[in-house]
């Protein structure tokens, strides 16, 4: 149980394009859902925290309208990268928390989508 | 605010060397303390938790880990080290109360020479 799918795996696009990234629980329902971003050979950052039916928050230094977030369904939520720059290239690791765990901060993570600006 | 410090950036062992990777963390409040690792091109896969009880937590694949609150430190540790091991770890810690992002370390990438 608790999979999480993210798609595409891998996305090439043009700078200045929009991408939607999308990040799935498959197998229970997920009201908070989180998205980070890893640079080659670095660790993971939170950009921000998905909430079901509300606005998402993001962490310090994260443009919100460069990278949109949307938690429209209990299963479903999305980054889209807003007019894309090279430098915007990276890994888009997504995770859900499994809900009804009380105070416990357990995450699943999907395996990630790697975005290329050329 | 949080902080997850990871001592080692790069460790190499032959194999059936004992491990230990070091993670100090900075938070004044409750904490659930992960260990990740990541095998080249693949995704996150959890090691192993601590959220409450007993400080020395065992994992998968032979690794465990102790909580130590008066050091705030989670290190991670196996008794031998397989070639298969060789990988990205991530010590992470996510604030107790639930619905918060985790504050990851920089990692370690261990390498197991056979």
């Known amino acids: 149980g608790a999979v999480v799918s993210q798609h595409p795996s891998r996305v090439i696009c043009k700078s200045g394009t929009s991408v939607k990234i999308e990040c799935r629980s498959l197998d229970f329902q997920a009201t908070t859902m989180f998205w980070y971003r890893q640079f080659p050979k670095q660790s993971l950052m939170l950009m921000a925290t998905s909430n079901e039916g509300s606005k998402a928050t993001y962490e310090q230094g994260v443009e919100k309208d460069k990278f949109l977030i949307n938690h429209a369904s209990l299963t479903l939520s999305t980054l889209t990268v807003t007019s894309a720059h090279p430098e915007d290239s990276s890994f888009y690791i997504c995770?859900?928390?499994?809900?009804?765990?009380?105070?416990?901060?357990?995450?699943?993570f999907g395996p990630g989508t790697r975005l290329t600006v050329l | 605010a949080q902080s997850v410090s990871q001592h080692n950036h790069h460790v190499i062992l032959s194999e059936a060397a004992s491990l230990e990777l070091g993670c100090n963390y900075s938070?004044?409040?409750?904490?659930?303390l992960f260990w990740y690792v990541q095998y080249p091109g693949q995704h996150l896969q959890l090691l192993l938790k601590y959220f409450s009880g007993d400080p020395l937590v065992k994992g998968i694949k032979g690794f465990e880990a102790e909580f130590i609150k008066s050091k705030f430190s989670f290190n991670l540790r196996k008794p031998s080290v397989q070639w298969s091991d060789t990988a990205e770890y991530f010590c992470?810690?996510?604030?107790?109360?639930?619905?918060?992002?985790?504050?990851f370390g920089k990692g370690t990438h261990l390498i197991i020479q056979p």
């Open positions: 995770s859900a928390r499994v809900p009804g765990q009380g105070i416990y901060n357990e995450q699943f």
């Open positions: 938070y004044g409040g409750t904490v659930n």
């Open positions: 992470a810690l996510g604030p107790g109360g639930g619905a918060d992002g985790l504050t």
